[in-house]
């Protein structure tokens, strides 16, 4: 079982920014993020492979988010500036063995979630 604990979601107004954090038990190939809003299906944000190598982006958050990795510590990290309100919804970390099933949905273990709320 791989556990991952999340952190570094809050308040904060629209153009601002928040860096999420999530730290795995123990080292994994593909991580990445999902989100999910009220009353929304749960959406793919950004997935990165073991070496940082590859990245994929939403296009929702692409020019606005980074993904990065510290495997020293076997954590992600996600960079969010510019934020709007319609990005207000429960942050997910995800894991998955391989990539192109992170970014479709297939995965391993998930985060408890962080809240992220944008105010306009």
């Known amino acids: 079982q791989v556990h991952l604990v999340e952190s570094g979601g809050g308040l904060v107004q629209a153009g601002g920014s928040l860096r999420l954090s999530c730290a795995a038990s123990y080292s994994v190939y593909a991580m990445g993020w999902f989100r999910q809003a009220p009353g929304k299906d749960r959406q793919f944000v950004v997935g990165?492979?073991?070496?940082?190598?590859?990245?994929t982006y939403d296009d929702s958050g692409k020019g606005r988010f980074t993904i990065s990795r510290n495997n020293a510590n076997n954590a992600v990290y996600l960079q969010m500036n510019y934020l709007r309100p319609e990005d207000t919804a429960v942050y997910y970390c995800?894991?998955?063995?391989?990539?192109?099933?992170?970014?479709?949905?297939?995965?391993?273990?998930w985060g408890q979630g962080t809240q992220v709320t944008v105010s306009s």
């Open positions: 990165i492979d073991y070496n940082g190598d590859y990245t």
């Open positions: 995800a894991v998955s063995h391989q990539m192109g099933r992170l970014v479709n949905g297939d995965i391993d273990y």
